[in-house]
C-alpha cells in the first residue's frame, strides 16, 4: 500500500479507532478519554493539512478494496471530497471541546464520544466515497451512529424525536439504495467523475434515469431536510447542544447536501442533468424549501426550533446553487456548505450556552441575556447577521455567488427567492438581536446553572468554540477573495469541474 | 486418512458419545476441543474446494450404487464452514449457559454432537436416501434439544416440533420412493440428465411432496407455526442453534435439489415460493412488532428472514446473483441470528425476566451484549457494511436485472420492518432503569461469544469475494 493509498484510510482511522477504544473505557476515565478524542481530533487535522497541500500541487489521493464480484469500496479524496473532510475535521475538533465542556459530570459519556466519533467517521467517509456505493454504506451508517446520540438523554420526548429521526431516515436510505441499485445495474460499478458517467448510456434510458434521480434526490432529501422530507428535523431539537451541532453544521445535513452535489456534478453531470430537464425541478424544491423553513421559523418560540427551521432553509441554498447550471453557481453552493457550517454552528453553541448557563430556551426568554453574556451574545449577534447576509459576512460571500449565479443560468426568479429569504431571515433574527441588547431583564433567570465569576459569563470550554466559530463566519466574509479561503477553494472544484466539459 | 470429508461427519458422533460417557463437564471441554478441528477441517475443504473444484468420496471405497457417496462442492463447502464456525462459539456459549442453568445440561451435548453430524451429513450427501436419512437425524436431535428443557411449555412445542418433523420427513420419503420407483436410482448424480421437464406425473408428485414436506421443515410462512414456540422457547444456545443452522439445512436441500436434479421443475413452482418468502417476511415482522417476549420476537424474526431464502427461487438465473444472495444471506442470518439468540440469553439472565420492558436501564449493565444485539440486528435490517446488505444488494441487483419489480419493494419494505422490530429492543437500552431493578451478573465468555458472533456477520460485509466464488464452484 503506497502513502497515497493509506492517507485517506488514515484520515478515517483517525477517528475511528479513538472512538472504538472510548467505547471500551470505563465511565471513570475522564482524562484518558478526554486526551483521546482531543489526540485523534488534532491528528485528523494534521492528515487533513498534507491531503490539503497535496491536492492542491495536483496529487491523486484513493484506495480500493472489492467487496464482492463488480462491487467495490472505493475513497478518493479530490477537491471537493476534501472540502467537506476539513470543515467537519475543524468542526469536529470544536464541537469535541465544546462537548466535554458540556457534558461534564453526566452520566454515559463514554457511550457518547464513542458514537460521536463514530458520526464523525462516518462522515469522513460520506465526504471521501469513490462511488455511489461507498457513498451508500457511510450514508446508512451515519444514520445509526446518530441515533443514539438523539436519543441520549433516555426521555420519552428524546425517544419520540429519535424514533422520528429513524423512519425518515431509514425510509430514505431505502429509496436511495433503490436508486443506486438500479444505477448499478444500468451502468454498472463506476466512479464519481467530472462530467457525470451516464450520458453514455444513450437516449433509450432518459426515461429510466429521470425515475432513478427522482429517487435519488428524495433519498438524500430526508438528510438534507427538502420540505416536504424535512419533518425530523426540528424534532430531533431534543438533543444535547452538541449534537444539534452535529446533526445542522458538520455531519448530517451536510451529508445529503454533499449527496446532491455529487450526484448532479459527477454521476450525472452537470450538462446531462441539464438536458434531461432535472435541474428546474431541482431548484424549484430548494426555493420552496428556503422559503418555507424560513416562514415557519417566524413562528417558533423555542430558540432551537427557530434555528432548526433555519437550517432547513439554509441547507437548501446549497442545493439551489447545485441546481443553478454554471460554474458560479456551484462556486456559490459549495462556499455556502462552508459558511452555513460555520455560521450554524456558531448559532447552536450560543444556544446551548444560553440553555446550560441560564436556562434560557425561549426566545421570550432572551430579555436582556446581552448583558449577562456578552461575548456569547456577540457570537450569536455575528453568526445571525451572517445568516441575513450582511456584507462582509461569510453569509454574504454565498448569497453574492449564488445571485450571480442565478443571473448566469437565467433564472432571474432565483433572485427574487434570494431577497425574499434575506428578508425573512432578517424577520426571525433581529427580534432576538433586540432581546438580547435592547431589552433589560426584570427577575431571575430561569434556572441559573453557571454562575458568572471573575469576567468570566459561563465555563470556558462552552464560551470559547462559538468565539473561534463566529470569528471564522467573519474571516471567511472578509478574507474571501484571499488564498485558502473556503471561496478559494470553492473556485479551484468549479474550475476542475467544469474543465472537463466546457468547449 | 485425512480427508476433511468423512472425519466433518465421523467427529461430531465420537463427541456426541463421548460426552455422554464423560458427563457435561469434561464432555464439554471435549467438544470444544473437536469443534476446533472441525473448523480446521471444514477451512481445508473449503480451501481445497476453491483451488480445484467439487470432489466425490466414495465411503469405505465402495463407490455408488453398492456404497454411499459424499460429494462436496462449493455450495456444500460453505455451509459446513458456516455449521462449524457457528457451532464452536454456541459451544463456548452453552458451556458457561448450562454452568448457570445446570438441570438442562445432561442432554445438551449429547444431542448437539449428533445434531452437528447430522447437518455436516446432509450437506455432504449425494443421494436422496441418503438425505432423508440425515434430515431425520437432524429432526430428531433437534427435537430432543427442545424437549431437554423439561418444562411443560417446552416440553409442548417440542411435541408440535416434532410432528411438524415427522410429517415433514415422511412426505420427502413419500416423494423418494416415487421417483425411485420412476427411475430405480436415488443418486442424485445419475438423476440429473434423467429429469426433465416431460417427467411422468409420478415424478412431479414426487417433486412436489418432497417441497411440501422441505418447507415444512424450513418454517416457511404458511408451515411457520411450530416454530416460534420452539425457537423462542428452547434454551437460548439451543434457540440459537436451531434458528441459526438447523431451518438452514433443509432450506439447503430445497436450493440444491431445484438447483440440479429438479431443475426443469423448479421453474414451475418457483413463483409460488417467492410469494410465499414475501408473506413470510410481512407476517414474521409483523409478529415480531407485536409480541413483547425478548425471544420470542427474535424467533419471528427467524420467520421473516427465512422469506427472504425463498425470493432466490423466482431469481434464480444463469447470472449466478441470486444464488450468490442466497449464499450470502444464509450466512449472515445465520452468524447474526446466533448471535442475537445468544444475545437475548445473556439478556434474560442479566435482568431476570424475559419481556422487553423489563430491558429498561440494562445497557449500563451489559453493553457489550447491547452492542451485540445491534450489530446483528444491523445484519438482519439489511443495513451497510454487513452480510445482511450484501445479500440484499445482490438481490435488488437481481431483480432490476430480470425487471421483476415486485421483489425490490419486498426486500426494501422488510428491511424497513426489521429495523422497526429491532429498535424495539434497542430503543430499550436508552432508556432510565426504575429504581427497584436489580441486575444479575453474567460470565464474561458469553457476552463475548454473542459480540464475536455479531461483528462476524457484521465484517463479512466487508469482504464476501472468496465466498462468492467458493459458492460458484461447480462440481469439477
Known amino acids: ?503 | 486418512m485425512t480427508d476433511p470429508v468423512a472425519w466433518l461427519i465421523l467427529l461430531p458422533l465420537v463427541w456426541a458419545t463421548g460426552a455422554f460417557v464423560l458427563g457435561p463437564g469434561r464432555g464439554a471441554r471435549l467438544a470444544i476441543g473437536a469443534l476446533l478441528v472441525q473448523c480446521a477441517l471444514a477451512l481445508q475443504l473449503a480451501v481445497e474446494v476453491l483451488a480445484y473444484g467439487g470432489r466425490t468420496h466414495p465411503v469405505g471405497g465402495w463407490g455408488a450404487p453398492l456404497g454411499i457417496d459424499l460429494a462436496a462442492d462449493g455450495l456444500s463447502a460453505v455451509m459446513l464452514l458456516l455449521a462449524q464456525a457457528l457451532a464452536l462459539p454456541l459451544a463456548v456459549y452453552a458451556r458457561a449457559y448450562f454452568a448457570e442453568n445446570a438441570p438442562t445440561v445432561r442432554y445438551f451435548w449429547p444431542l448437539a454432537g449428533f445434531l452437528l453430524a447430522g447437518i455436516n451429513a446432509l450437506f455432504l450427501a449425494a443421494d436422496l436416501f441418503n438425505l432423508y436419512v440425515t434430515l431425520e437425524l437432524v429432526g430428531l436431535a433437534a427435537v430432543g434439544l427442545v424437549a431437554a428443557g423439561g418444562t411443560a411449555r417446552q416440553v409442548a412445542a417440542a411435541l408440535r416440533y416434532l410432528f411438524a418433523a415427522l410429517a415433514g420427513s415422511l412426505l420427502y420419503l413419500l416423494g423418494v420412493a416415487l421417483i425411485y420407483g420412476a427411475y430405480g436410482t436415488v443418486s442424485l448424480e445419475t438423476l440429473a440428465p434423467l429429469v426433465d421437464a416431460r417427467a411422468p406425473a409420478a415424478v412431479w408428485i414426487a417433486g412436489g411432496l418432497m417441497l411440501a414436506g422441505l418447507m415444512l421443515k424450513t418454517a416457511i410462512f404458511p408451515f411457520h407455526y411450530w416454530l416460534p414456540p420452539a425457537h423462542g422457547g428452547a434454551p437460548a444456545p439451543v434457540s440459537a442453534l436451531l434458528s441459526a443452522l438447523v431451518v438452514k439445512a433443509s432450506f439447503y436441500l430445497i436450493l440444491r435439489l431445484s438447483l440440479d436434479v429438479f431443475a426443469p421443475l423448479a421453474a414451475a413452482a418457483a413463483t409460488v415460493l417467492g410469494l410465499l418468502g414475501a408473506a413470510a417476511i410481512v407476517w414474521g415482522s409483523w409478529q415480531a412488532l407485536r409480541t413483547d417476549h425478548i425471544k420470542m420476537l427474535v424467533a419471528w424474526s427467524t420467520v421473516a428472514q427465512l422469506g427472504y431464502l425463498f425470493l432466490v427461487f423466482p431469481l434464480l438465473a444463469p447470472d449466478g446473483l441470486a444464488l450468490q444472495a442466497g449464499g450470502m444471506q444464509a450466512i449472515a442470518h445465520g452468524l447474526a441470528k446466533a448471535a442475537m439468540f445468544a444475545a437475548a440469553g445473556v439478556l434474560m439472565l442479566a435482568t431476570g425476566r424475559d419481556t422487553l420492558v423489563g430491558l429498561a436501564g440494562v445497557a449500563g449493565r451489559v453493553p457489550l451484549t447491547l452492542f451485540a444485539f445491534g450489530l446483528a440486528g444491523v445484519t438482519l435490517m439489511g443495513l451497510p457494511p454487513s452480510g445482511g446488505f450484501l445479500a440484499k444488494w445482490l438481490l435488488i441487483e437481481a431483480a432490476l436485472t430480470h425487471g421483476q419489480w415486485g421483489w425490490v419493494a419486498v426486500v426494501i419494505g422488510g428491511g424497513l420492518l426489521a429495523a422497526a422490530y429491532v429498535f424495539r429492543v434497542l430503543r430499550q437500552a436508552f432508556l432510565l432503569a426504575p429504581a427497584d431493578s436489580r441486575f444479575h451478573p453474567v460470565p464474561r465468555s458469553m457476552e463475548w461469544t454473542a459480540f464475536v458472533l455479531a461483528a462476524a456477520s457484521v465484517l463479512l460485509g466487508l469482504r464476501g469475494v472468496e465466498l462468492m466464488a467458493l459458492l460458484a464452484r461447480g462440481a469439477a
Open chain 1, 1 to 503: 500500500m503506497t502513502l497515497n493509498e493509506a492517507l485517506p484510510l488514515a484520515v478515517l482511522a483517525s477517528s475511528l479507532a479513538p472512538g472504538l477504544i472510548i467505547f471500551a473505557l470505563p465511565e471513570s476515565r475522564i482524562r484518558l478519554r478526554t486526551a483521546l478524542n482531543l489526540f485523534g481530533a488534532l491528528a485528523k487535522l494534521v492528515l487533513v493539512g498534507v491531503l490539503l497541500a497535496g491536492v492542491a500541487a495536483g496529487e491523486d489521493y484513493g484506495f480500493r478494496h472489492a467487496v464482492l464480484p463488480g462491487l467495490e469500496l472505493v475513497f478518493k479524496a479530490d477537491a471537493l471530497a476534501l472540502l467537506f473532510v476539513t470543515l467537519s475535521a475543524l468542526l469536529w475538533l470544536f464541537t469535541t471541546l465544546y462537548a466535554i465542556g458540556y457534558l461534564e459530570g453526566s452520566p454515559h459519556r463514554s457511550r457518547f464520544f464513542g458514537f460521536f466519533s463514530l458520526c464523525v467517521t462516518a462522515t469522513m467517509g460520506i465526504a471521501m466515497a469513490g462511488n455511489l456505493f461507498t457513498f451508500f454504506v457511510f450514508y446508512e451508517l451515519l444514520t445509526l451512529a446518530t441515533f443514539p446520540l438523539v436519543v441520549h438523554r433516555g426521555t420519552p420526548q428524546a425517544m419520540r424525536g429519535g424514533t422520528v429521526y429513524l423512519a425518515y431516515t431509514l425510509g430514505g436510505g431505502a429509496l436511495l439504495l433503490t436508486g443506486i441499485v438500479w444505477l448499478h445495474g444500468l451502468a454498472g460499478s463506476a466512479d464519481f467523475a467530472h462530467g457525470g458517467y451516464l450520458s453514455a448510456l444513450g437516449p433509450d434510458y432518459d426515461g429510466q434515469l429521470q425515475l432513478v434521480f427522482l429517487l435519488l434526490i428524495a433519498g438524500l432529501g430526508v438528510k438534507a431536510a427538502l420540505v416536504p422530507l424535512h419533518g425530523w428535523l426540528p424534532r430531533a431539537m431534543v438533543a444535547p447542544a452538541p449534537v444539534s451541532a452535529l446533526l445542522h453544521a458538520v455531519a448530517v445535513v451536510k451529508a445529503g447536501a454533499f449527496g446532491v452535489v455529487r450526484i448532479v456534478y459527477e454521476v450525472y453531470g452537470v450538462e446531462f442533468a441539464q438536458s434531461l430537464d432535472l435541474l428546474t425541478p431541482l431548484a424549484v424544491a430548494a426555493a420552496v424549501t428556503i422559503v418555507w423553513g424560513s416562514i415557519r421559523a417566524l413562528f417558533q418560540d423555542d430558540l432551537k426550533k427557530r434555528l432548526a427551521f433555519s437550517t432547513v432553509s439554509q441547507v437548501s441554498y446549497i442545493v439551489l446553487g447545485v441546481a443553478l447550471f454554471g460554474p458560479l453557481g456551484t462556486i456559490g453552493a459549495l462556499v455556502h456548505l462552508v459558511h452555513q457550517g460555520v455560521m450554524k454552528i456558531t448559532l447552536f453553541f450560543c444556544a446551548g450556552n444560553y440553555a446550560e448557563t441560564l436556562g434560557v430556551h425561549k426566545v421570550s426568554e432572551m430579555d436582556g441575556a446581552g448583558r449577562r453574556m456578552p461575548w456569547t451574545s456577540a457570537a450569536f449577534t455575528v453568526a445571525a447577521f451572517g445568516m441575513i447576509g450582511v456584507p462582509p459576512l461569510a453569509g454574504f460571500v454565498s448569497k453574492w455567488y449564488l445571485g450571480l449565479g442565478a443571473l448566469e443560468a437565467g433564472m432571474p426568479w432565483v433572485l427574487a427567492v434570494l431577497a425574499a429569504s434575506s428578508l425573512l431571515n432578517a424577520a426571525y433574527f433581529l427580534p432576538i438581536l433586540h432581546r438580547l441588547w435592547f431589552r433589560s431583564r426584570d427577575g431571575a433567570w430561569p434556572e441559573e446553572h453557571i454562575p458568572a465569576r471573575g469576567g468570566l459569563e459561563t465555563s470556558p470550554l462552552l464560551l470559547a468554540p462559538p468565539l473561534v466559530t463566529a470569528a471564522a463566519a467573519l474571516a471567511f466574509g472578509l478574507l474571501a477573495s484571499s488564498c485558502a479561503s473556503p471561496l478559494d477553494w470553492a473556485r479551484l472544484i468549479a474550475d476542475r469541474e467544469y474543465l472537463s466539459w466546457s468547449p
